[in-house]
């Protein structure tokens, strides 16, 4: 049964975060839901991150623990709080350290994912509102309107981490990844995990958090005219190949788990890849993989006819 006030678990990986990581505590501190614990993994920082982190514990009544990343790059250290055996609550909430939650973030997702069965893998997750360094709004992520299911999380992320929420089950399924496995994005396995083992996805319209757009960030906001060229070239230059490779490598290791669906659309694209020019477009036509817009579909088969996919 789903618990009446389920528990959050905030994952919070911190990294020299100390510029904008006050404005992100302060917003948790403003959720309108208040059943949450924040669990942070620092991944080595020199500035004062964690002068921050426990001050913050000083002022609030939720538990605030502050661990030791990895020091092995950003997914890791999110993944290392999945892992944790020490760690345990109803629902899971990745955290970035620069962004800006509204009050009814965590409430929502609540809501969403009370409505269906904890025994079922479940993830949620939003459009977000783009904001610069000072904080000024520069317009919003893309607004998707296809499924999210395994054949869009298998050649695209529409799921950033700072938005994500999920429950308990898919967080079991999350800690059976290998821990030699080499991920791209924890956000992305994330989507591609839970789908693929037949887990329900929801991507909410509604803009759950202020995403921060700075040097500093490691993924960007996907959108607007430089999105489509990094999009475009990453095609060209065989960087989407790469992504494929790891990504297919990592599944296939965990294929057992897929649905006998998913493992379908799994194997047609596998087979796509390393097929002939006709043969290779059949193939991906009948796995169905698809991404949100035209334009990106028809890169999509453009990429299987140049062979870069």
Known sequence: MFPAQPKIIILLATKDGGEYLQEQLDSLRAQTYSNWELQVSDDGSTDDTIRIVRSFAESVSQRVT????????????????????EIDGDLFAYCDQDDIWFPEKLARAVTWLGMHDARQPALYFTRTELIGPDGTSSGHSPLFTRPPVFRNALVQNIGGGNTMVFNREARLKLRATPVDAVLIAHDWWTYQLVTGVGGVAHYDPWPSLKYRQHDQNIIGSNIGVRARTE??????????????????????????????GNAAVLRNFAAARHSRRVKRLILLWKSGVYRQNLIDNIGLFIAALLGRL
């Open 231 to 260: 999009r475009l070239l990453a095609f060209l230059n065989g960087r989407v190949v790469t992504w494929n490779d790891i990504n297919l490598e990592r599944l296939g290791r965990m294929r057992d788990l897929l649905t006998p």
């Open 66 to 85: 502050v661990r030791n990343g990895p020091r092995r790059g950003f997914w890791q250290n999110f993944m290392s709080l999945v892992r944790n055996d």
